[in-house]
């Protein structure tokens, strides 16, 4: 990255993960049509090298969207930044056709965004936490153009101040915890997984458990099973089975761009109806061939009269306590809630996320942003947070607006289209405020 830290950039991303790297590459390529769309951003991403869910990069997970959501060819579908040209690069094009296969490992999704960052490379500074965003000290939103970001280098040595007309949030989801639960060297959650699984003996995993009957709780559970063969794995659920995600066509219809309007522009009933019906298009729910791959080990073990995967179904985890070495586990189980306790080497949380939530890292700006009788963000369509009036910069938000853009806002679905319109909006508010600027 170019050392330019008392420039004024147009507009800073916070979090570089597949949303602002999208971003990124719609501002690239706004750049290609004329030095009035040329805009002048820079990025800020606390890890010290690109990574999407690494510590879920399980060898056999395949990716929930087609190749073809990826971060460019909804919006461009020329784009030298698609899956296809990543495929043509790396010279695996006729292979993958061959392979008739629209949803690729998730490791190769992950070479395909590592690809597509080291060509905005000079626009990203890894190792750089942002701290907060203000205003510049002792002015009124009505007296600033600009906002500050405090950044502190990830090895804890240096902080800096950058400067910019616009922000854009997209720090991710937030891992959730079973109430009472803490993380700790025997408690993960499921975002920490491969990490922490790496620094452990597996032979001294005999009794794993597993919880939560989602996406990452269904392939964690294979892992376990298929990587520790000598151990017992428990599978701790609240439903009475895995339940399947709904990816048939018309379902699928509502991470079209399209439903982000309905969305938007819908009544509360339209909104509630989305939920009510497609929730299980992504939460709480497995993909099919992941439930019955599970599956076919369980019978593969009947047949031999063996049984290494326990299904405790209608059960919630409700509490941990430390014991010695091993890690007793409250459970509220079966039809009767009986409650048990028991103990296990390791406990996974595979217990889902929280929603993006940048309050904290707007601090004293934050009352400057107007919510909703529910105490929620008001968002404008073109994804900016609602400030009051007298505010000049733009505050946009890429995740945290399923309840005002819908299912996609924390997915990859609608990304190619969402970071265009957030350049769109960008550029065209920029032209606007230089026409007021301009003398009469
Ligand atoms: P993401 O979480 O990827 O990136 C946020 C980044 O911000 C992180 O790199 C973080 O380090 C950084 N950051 C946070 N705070 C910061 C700060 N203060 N300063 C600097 N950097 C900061 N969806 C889908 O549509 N299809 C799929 O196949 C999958 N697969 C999938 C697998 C797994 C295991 C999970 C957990 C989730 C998915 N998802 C998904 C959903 C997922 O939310 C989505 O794939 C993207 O990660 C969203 O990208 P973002 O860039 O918004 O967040
Ligand atoms: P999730 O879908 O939100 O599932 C969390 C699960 O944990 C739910 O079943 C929930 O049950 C359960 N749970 C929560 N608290 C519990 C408790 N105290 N006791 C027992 N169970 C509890 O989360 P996820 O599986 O991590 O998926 C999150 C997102 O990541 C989804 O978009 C998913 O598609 C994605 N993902 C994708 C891949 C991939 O691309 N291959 C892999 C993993 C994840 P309740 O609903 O009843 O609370």
Redesign the pocket.
Known sequence: MSDREHETYDVVGIGFGPSNLSLAIALEESRANGPEKEIDGLFFERQPRFGWHRN?LLPS????ISFLKDLVTFRNPTSRFSFISYLHASGRLPQFVNNQDFFPT?QEFHQYLEWAQSQVADRISYGSEVLSVRLPEGTLPEQSDTLLLDVADASGQGRRTVETRNVVISTGLVP?M??GTERDERVWH?SEFLARYRRTNPAELRRVAV???????A?IARFLYDELPHAQVYA????YGYAV?DDTPYANQIFDPAAVDDYYFGTEQTREAFWRYHRNT????VDDEVIRDLYRRTYADEVQDVQRLHFLNL????GVKRAGTETRVTLQVGPDSEVRELDFDVLVC????KSMEPTELLGDLDRHCLRDESGRYRVERDYRIVTAPEMRCGIYLQGGTEHTHGLTS??LSNLAIRSGEIAESIVTRRAEQRLLRRPC
């Open positions: 879920m997970a395949t990716m929930q998730r959730s079973p109430e499921s919880v939560g009957a989602g996406q990452s709780a392939e701790v659920i609240p439903s995600a992504n939460y709480s729910v059960t919630r985890v409700t595979a217990t889902g996320y924390s997915l």
